[in-house]
Each structure stands twice: as structure tokens, then as C-alpha cells.
């Protein structure tokens, strides 16, 4: 027997011991099975292998599945392992990872013991019998139950068997941080060395992949951003989409594209995993496809163990919910908040030598995990040294956690049913918010404190203006939560029983509540590569009109859409950025300001989140380091101050404590700045070097904003810092967290928060003729009438005058101001904004069409738009469009520009009725 035949080897490594051979053979010399017994069994199997006819290759997906995870080692009383010396029943090179070609450590077996236990197991079967007969599978269970790390295992198995002909496997998460910790694990279970080669990651601005990777992680965003270059996803044969229920605004778009690309795909397997509250949704969306459900076969198989027991099934089924105690708070005390109530029952169950197990508490956000942690530290510390508490490792975990950092989580704390030589358990302290009510599993959970509140937040598209919100959460959420604690330890909620009871049942989706014009650009891109109308493409839950047709709106203001309600040059190029749509603008518009290298530093850090550090008695030392870094000019400025000083001290850490700033935060700007510097390179945007005169710097670099942040301007009405915003005309206040020590007249602004005291974000001063300059015509006119309107047409008028506006005014010197604003509105929204970028800069798509981005100005409200798309001639302002092209115009598009027309002829027409009634 040639045992170095490639075939054998492989088919070697793959098949499973036959155990009716084994079993007979035990039975008769009732002892284990030697080497050389197990090599003659194999060598048998080799020999046949060699023989196998074609017919080997219709080999169904459940046989081929047998044994997949371990080598001969189905049952483990029949081929026992001694970790101890390495040695095992059965010979060494049958014991081979079928990955790496190396030998299973001992920490396989022990995983591999822990992964048999999990509830996912019961259901390998009929989860392999249906990926195989199906090619979209619904997956659906309780979290813990091993659904995100087992599925993906199986299904790179399954890809492998079909050696990878169809493509690799992908597993998408809806946040970064589950993603690069499933990863971890996985790699762990498989036996794998390192991260990045077989088994990697990708997230935002993050990559740990390589050729090799047949398994990967990534967030639904960038599996998104993949369709652009992969409109099909052919490199993937297996798509696996876990935590659906989280039901992100990236997760609802995938799963409508996905539903399209497997109709033009006959092999591409998609599996969607899911809680069960879920799952009629999807059952519905995804019709007639086989479901997996964990949660009945667990309910089946704890019935059937009644059964044979003498015990009553419902009793059973009773005991497998959920059957920890659980405490609700008694009445809400004057003074009292829940964060000191929280820290109160953590030190009292911690201190209770009688409570196994460690304690995992939900709050809203960072500010109160951070309060809780420190607390916490320093009241065990002190309790410590009383000889009344153990040992606590505390671990935070939130959503704006760095990457790396929630490996904490599972860092293997000691024993807590073992006392230390004072007779005191240590523990560990789990700190979180929503993040962890479904993604990172843990075990030995035998306290849950639930404050019942979130940090919601929502954007009102009526009034423009996003919300930032304590609030309390859903009974969904609160039973998420509660399922996390073992069935005999105890939950402490920190609400009444009566505030629970007014709950919401659900939560709102995210694409009902969010802003959707990045978005719909992205998937306005990606249906246009796949060659598919937008109507249809149908999510599970569609959007508020308000909100679709307001989204639709800003990207015709932005210059994103042609005549036809379809992607412009621009729009495309735009979609290609990882950023939003005012962000990717601002890039973009940089290269014709020549200050491409100074934005691309601003934007970096506005991605980044939170990279401040807050200490308690350092206010004064944070409050005079932080000045030395404020720039004069506003917020964005300061930003570029900070990055620029980091790298000029190469990226210290040590720099970064000298000046409370958060250095993994830092860095990730580092890495986001280098990503977009991609971007451009492979679009052939034009990079223009560093300004030396700080003058000419500031005024391109807020010309650059402008271009991005038209929309967000404001103006001081009384000199006290009241800024009554443009376009809604609401007021607000600078954001206490801003580094103005003015009040500018002029600003322009990143977000507007409305709350008690509504307060506007991250904030530059501009002039009113820099806003007149940039803004586009269009959207000058359609303001509301008042004195900030007024102030902007004298500055078109004092530009007019000086002949600075660059060619955007042309032909209509001898018009006013108030003939320019009637004539604009004659004209479409879309050919008001026109389409200039970068000059002499192509953008080539995969399919090879050019599309030129000209200008010398970026974004002048009169340049005029080139696209592949329209070829229309224009003559003298005014467009020829055909009859056909106007009838197959997208209906929401229409109703977007008639409702447009109607809001601005209706105020005129109100105004004329109130001049009327007072001359009467």
C-alpha cells in the first residue's frame, strides 16, 4: 500500500473507523484496539478506496459527514486518547488535522468533549441533510447553544468534501467584535496555531486574512462592500448569516441581495441563523425552505427523557425554560439610581460564599460600564483587605470596545467553586451592554443583574435631528438577558414588576429608525451591478416613506443621482468609500481643494470613536493638555492637531497617557486613514500634499467640509452661543464636548442631537460666503425664508460683483438674487447640483466603462453633470428629455421631486395669501 498517494492520504485523513468492525473486534478480546489493529482496519479501507468507482462521487453530504470532526474518533470509549503522554489507540499519523497536516493537540480533545455537550450537536444531522438537499437553510435556537461556532465548522467540512469547487466559506456577525472573537474561537476548536491563515477575520479597517483563509468572519457591512468588486460572490460557496435577529440595517440589505444573487446562483448555499422570535419573519420571506429548530428538539428530547422515566412530559418541558429565581426591584426610592443599586448587589453576591459561579451585569452604555468597573475595583480592593471578598476579574464589553480587548471576557478565571486559603471565591465580573444579549457565549453564569435600560438611538427624519436617549428596553431583551443565567442561579432586575409589565414586546428594526442615505447609495451601487430594478429588491421590513424619500433627496442634493433617480459618476465613486455619504463627499471634494492629506486625517479620527480618557481628580491636567492641542478655527481642526502630533511622536503609547488619550483608538485612525488612502489609490484620486500656509489650509479644508456638510450649517442668532440651524430653523448649543472657546457666527456642524437641551456636534467656523460659494443653488433656494436665507443671497450677490465664483455663475450677471432663486426651482434638483470632482481623474469600473470626473471647481451648483447614463444635449440651461425617459422614471423618485415643488410653491403661496390679508 502506497501510503504517500495524495488520494489515499486524504481520503485516509477524512474517513471514520468502521464501527461495526471495531465493536466486534472489542467485543471478541474485549480490550482497546492496538495501532497496528486500527492501521489493518484503514489500510482495508485504503485498498477499497483505491477500487471506488464514479459512482463514489455521488456520495451523499450526510455520509460524507460522518466522523467529520474527528479522525476515527466517533466514540470516544472505543478509541480512548492518554493526553498525558500524546500517545492514543490508534496510530499517530491517522490522527493528523486534515487542515494544517499536524497531530491534534490535547487541547482538541478537550474542546472537542466540551463541543459534543452543546445542544447544536443533537441537530448535526438534519443540519447537514438539509444543507445538502437545500441551497437556503433557517437556522433557529437559544444563545449558548453552540449555533455560531459549530455551523461554520460543518460547513467549511462540507466545502472541503466538494474541495472547495464552489468557494470558500463566510460567516457574517452584525458587530466587529463578535466577529473577531468567533474567530479566535473557531481557530481554537479546529486546533489551528494562529489566526489569519485557515480560519481569519474582517472588519471595518481591519483585515486578518490571506489567500489561505477557506473560513472567514466578517460583519455584514463588509461582506456589503465585497458585492461592489463580487457583485455575485463567486469566491464564496457557503454564505452563513448568524445573529439575523439583531436585524441591522447591513443585515436587512444582505439578506434581500443574497435572496437575488442565489437565483442566479445554482450552488451557493445560504444559511440563516436566528432566535426563534424571529423566525416567522423569515419563514415567511424565505418561502418553502427547510428549518432547523434547536429549541423543539431540545423540548422533544427532555420529553421523551420524561418518558422513560416515569415522569411527566410537561413537568419536563417546564423545567427546560428558564427556572432561576428572579428579583425584581421592590419600589423606586427617592435619590436612589440603578448603577449604585447594581454596584450594591454585585459586592453582596460576590461576598456570598454560598453563590457559585461568576456575575454578568447589562447596562446602557460605556459611561455606566465604566462607572460600575471602577466601583466595583475599588470596593473589592477595600473588602480585600477586611478578609471579606475573593479575587474579581473585571471585564468590560461594549460596542465601542477596541478590538482585542474583549478576549478578557474569556480569559479562564480560577475555579470558582474552589476557596482560596481564606475561604473566599474568586469570581469574574462581566460588565456589558446589549452587545452580549446574544453574540459571545458564556458559561458558569450564575448571577445576571439587569437594569432593564438601553441607550437608544433614533433619527427623526420629520425634523432631521437624531436622538440620544435613556430609555427601557424590550421583554424580548429582558428574556435575551435572563436566558444567560444558569437555570438554578438568580436574576436581579432593577426595575418594578409593574415598569416591566409596560414594556414594549419588540424592538424596531433598525431600518425604521435610522437614516438610510448612505445606505440606499450603497444599495442603489450594488443593484446596479447586478443589473436588478430597486423595486426589486424588498427588505423584511421596509422603510418609512418619509424616511426613504428624505434619504433619496439629500443624495440628489449631494449630486449621487442622475435624471432618472439612478447612481451619477459621483454616486458611484462615492459608494466606494467605507464612510458615509457626507464623509466620502469631503474626500472626494479635497482633491479639488488641494487639502486631500489634511481630510483624510479629520475623517479618520471622526470614524474613530471615543479616543478621550476620562479621570476623576485629573480634571484640571485633561482640561490644559487638551489646549494645547485646540485649534482656533473649531473641532475638525483640533482633530487634525491631535493626529498629526501622534504620528510626529511615531505613535507613542506613552504620549498617549501623557495626554489621556486612548492609543488603541489612535491607532485605529492610523489603520481607517490608511483603508481610504486605498480607496483612492485603486479610484486614481488624486493626492495633493500637506499646505505649508496654515491660511490657505484652513479655508480649503472647510471649503472640503462644506461640500459634505452643507446641510448642517448654522447661524449664532443673539451672540450667546444659540445657533438657530439653516435648514429646520431648530436651536441648539455647542456640545459640551466641543473645543471652541468661541461662538462663532457661522458654523457648520456633524450632528444635531435633539434632547432637552438640543446641542450640535464636532462644529468649524465658517463665513456666509464660503456657505454661498459651496452650497449648492438648489438647496440655497429651498430654504425657509428668514434672515440667515437673506444673509447668503447677498454673499452669491457680493460674489457675483467680484467675480470670484468660478464659472458657477455664468451667463446670469444681470439677474438678482430673488430671479436666480425662481428660475432654480424651473429646473430639476439634479441638474441644479451638477457632477464635478477631482480634474482629469477616471474612475474605471470592473466592467471597463470609464467614467470621467471633471471640474475645476468641485461641486459648484451650476457645473455641468457627464454620465454614461445620460446623454442628453443640453442647451442653455435647459434639458431635452424624452417623453419615454420621463414615463420610466423611478415612481418614488417623481414623487420625491413633485413633493419638493409643491413644499416650495405652497410657501410662496401662503405668503402671498398673508400679504394679501394685510393689505386688506
Not at 440595517?249 to 444582505?254: G, K, N
Not at 423584511?540 to 424616511?547: H, I, K, N, S, T
Not at 463627499?585 to 481630510?599: H, N, P, Q, R
Not at 473645543?739 to 456666509?768: A, C, G, H, K, Q
Amino acid at each position: 500500500m502506497d501510503y504517500q498517494d495524495d488520494k489515499v492520504v486524504e481520503k485516509l485523513q477524512n474517513w471514520s473507523l468502521d464501527e461495526g468492525a471495531v465493536q466486534e473486534d472489542q467485543d471478541a478480546g474485549n480490550e482497546k484496539l492496538t495501532s497496528e489493529e486500527t492501521n489493518r482496519f484503514h489500510t482495508e479501507y485504503a485498498n477499497e478506496y483505491l477500487e471506488l468507482s464514479d459512482d463514489e462521487n455521488n456520495q451523499s453530504a450526510e455520509e460524507k459527514f460522518r466522523g467529520i470532526d474527528t479522525i476515527g474518533l466517533n466514540d470516544e470509549d472505543d478509541n480512548e486518547v492518554d493526553l498525558d503522554d500524546g500517545e492514543t489507540g490508534a496510530s499517530p499519523d491517522l490522527e493528523r488535522n486534515p487542515w494544517d497536516g499536524l497531530s491534534y493537540s490535547s487541547q482538541y480533545y478537550e474542546l472537542l468533549s466540551e463541543r459534543q455537550q452543546l445542544s447544536i450537536w443533537k441537530a448535526k444531522d438534519d443540519f447537514v441533510l438539509s444543507v445538502d438537499e437545500s441551497p437556503i437553510v433557517l437556522v433557529t435556537g437559544k444563545a449558548g447553544s453552540g449555533k455560531s461556532t459549530q455551523i461554520p465548522q460543518w460547513c467549511a467540512y462540507f466545502a472541503k468534501e466538494l474541495r472547495f469547487q464552489f468557494g470558500t466559506v463566510v460567516c457574517t456577525q452584525p458587530h466587529a467584535l463578535a466577529a473577531i472573537s468567533l474567530s479566535m474561537q473557531v481557530s481554537r476548536e479546529m486546533d489551528l496555531t494562529s489566526i489569519g491563515n485557515e480560519v481569519g477575520y474582517k472588519v471595518p479597517f481591519s483585515d486578518c486574512t490571506s489567500d489561505e483563509t477557506f473560513l472567514k468572519f466578517c460583519t455584514d457591512e463588509v461582506l456589503l462592500r465585497e458585492m461592489t468588486e463580487d457583485p455575485l460572490l463567486e469566491r464564496y460557496g457557503i454564505i452563513i448569516l448568524d445573529e439575523v435577529q439583531e436585524r441591522t440595517i447591513s443585515t436587512d440589505v444582505l439578506l434581500s441581495l443574497l435572496k437575488i444573487i442565489s437565483c442566479h446562483r445554482d450552488t451557493l448555499k445560504i444559511v440563516v441563523i436566528s432566535q426563534s422570535h424571529a423566525m416567522p419573519k423569515l419563514e415567511e420571506y424565505f418561502e418553502g425552505v427547510p428549518i432547523v429548530d434547536l429549541t423543539f428538539m431540545e423540548e422533544n428530547a427532555d420529553q421523551n427523557d420524561a418518558v422513560k422515566n416515569d415522569q411527566e412530559p410537561t413537568k419536563i418541558v417546564e423545567k427546560t425554560e428558564q427556572s432561576c429565581k428572579i428579583h425584581y426591584k421592590l419600589m423606586n426610592i427617592l435619590g436612589s439610581d440603578f448603577v449604585s443599586d447594581a454596584v450594591e448587589i454585585i459586592m453582596k453576591c460576590h461576598c456570598d460564599q454560598n453563590i457559585e459561579g461568576n456575575i454578568l451585569v447589562f447596562m446602557p452604555g460605556k459611561k455606566e460600564i465604566d462607572e460600575i468597573c471602577e466601583r466595583v475595583a475599588r470596593e473589592v480592593a477595600m473588602r480585600a483587605l477586611r478578609c471579606e471578598a475573593g479575587d474579581l476579574v473585571v471585564a468590560a464589553l461594549y460596542h465601542e470596545l477596541p478590538y482585542g480587548f474583549q478576549q478578557k471576557v474569556y480569559e479562564k478565571s480560577e475555579n470558582t467553586s474552589i476557596s482560596n486559603e481564606n475561604g473566599l471565591r474568586p469570581r469574574k465580573l462581566i460588565v456589558c451592554d446589549s452587545i452580549a444579549e446574544s453574540s459571545f457565549s458564556m458559561s458558569n453564569i450564575s448571577v445576571v443583574v439587569d437594569s432593564g435600560r438601553l441607550n437608544s438611538k433614533v433619527y427623526n427624519c420629520r425634523i432631521r435631528a437624531h436622538s440620544d436617549f435613556l430609555t427601557y428596553t424590550t421583554k424580548l431583551n429582558v428574556n435575551m438577558r435572563t436566558s444567560r443565567c444558569a437555570k438554578t442561579g438568580q436574576v436581579y432586575r432593577l426595575y418594578t414588576e409593574a415598569e416591566f409589565k409596560k414594556f414594549e414586546e419588540f424592538p424596531l428594526p433598525a431600518v425604521v429608525r435610522s437614516e438610510l442615505s448612505t445606505n440606499i447609495l450603497l444599495m442603489k451601487r450594488l443593484l446596479q451591478r447586478l443589473d436588478v430594478a430597486f423595486s426589486s429588491c424588498h427588505t423584511l421590513d421596509p422603510p418609512g416613506p418619509e424616511a426613504y424619500m428624505q434619504a433619496l433627496e439629500d443624495l440628489d442634493y449631494h449630486g449621487a443621482l442622475d435624471d432618472n433617480g439612478n447612481l451619477s459618476d459621483l454616486g458611484a465613486v462615492m459608494s466606494e468609500f467605507p464612510l458615509s455619504l457626507q464623509l466620502a463627499k469631503c474626500v472626494i471634494a479635497s482633491c479639488g481643494e488641494l487639502c486631500s492629506e489634511e481630510m483624510l486625517s479629520i475623517v479618520s479620527m471622526l470614524v474613530v470613536p471615543d479616543f478621550f480618557v476620562v479621570q476623576d481628580g485629573m480634571q484640571t491636567k485633561i482640561e490644559k493638555r487638551r489646549k494645547m492641542m485646540t485649534h482656533s478655527s473649531g473641532d475638525h481642526f483640533t482633530l487634525l492637531n491631535i493626529y498629526d502630533a501622534f504620528i510626529a511622536n511615531k505613535e507613542s503609547e506613552q504620549w498617549c497617557k501623557d495626554n489621556f488619550l486612548r492609543y488603541s483608538s489612535l491607532k485605529l485612525a492610523t489603520q481607517v486613514r490608511a483603508n481610504i488612502v486605498q480607496v483612492m489609490e485603486r479610484l486614481e484620486l488624486p493626492m495633493s500634499p500637506r499646505l505649508t500656509d496654515m491660511k490657505e489650509m484652513e479655508i480649503s479644508v472647510k471649503k472640503a467640509l462644506l461640500a459634505g456638510f452643507f446641510m448642517q450649517v448654522a447661524k449664532d442668532v443673539d451672540g450667546s452661543g444659540n445657533y438657530l440651524i439653516v435648514r429646520d430653523r431648530h436651536v441648539a448649543r455647542l456640545s459640551s464636548a466641543s473645543f471652541s472657546m468661541t461662538s462663532p457666527e457661522w458654523v457648520t456642524f456633524n450632528r444635531f442631537v435633539l434632547s432637552d437641551n438640543s446641542y450640535i456636534v464636532t462644529v468649524s467656523s465658517v463665513t456666509p460666503e464660503m456657505v454661498a460659494e459651496i452650497m449648492p443653488q438648489s438647496y440655497l433656494a429651498n430654504l425657509p425664508s428668514g434672515e440667515a436665507k437673506s444673509n447668503l443671497l447677498e454673499a452669491i450677490e457680493k460674489l457675483k460683483h467680484a467675480n470670484i465664483r468660478d464659472k458657477e455663475l455664468a451667463g446670469e450677471s444681470v439677474e438678482t438674487a430673488k430671479d436666480i432663486e425662481k428660475s432654480s426651482m424651473k429646473l430639476p434638483l439634479h441638474r441644479q447640483q451638477g457632477i464635478p470632482a477631482a480634474p482629469s481623474s477616471q474612475y474605471q469600473n470592473k466592467k471597463g466603462n470609464s467614467h470621467s470626473i471633471q471640474g475645476t471647481r468641485p461641486y459648484s451648483s451650476q457645473a455641468k453633470s457627464s454620465t454614461s447614463t445620460d446623454s442628453q444635449i443640453q442647451k442653455s440651461g435647459n434639458v431635452e428629455v424624452d417623453i419615454l425617459t420621463q414615463t420610466a422614471r423611478d415612481l418614488n423618485y417623481m414623487y420625491q421631486q413633485a413633493s419638493s415643488y409643491v413644499r416650495n410653491y405652497a410657501t410662496e403661496e401662503t405668503e402671498e395669501e398673508e400679504e394679501s390679508c394685510n393689505i386688506q
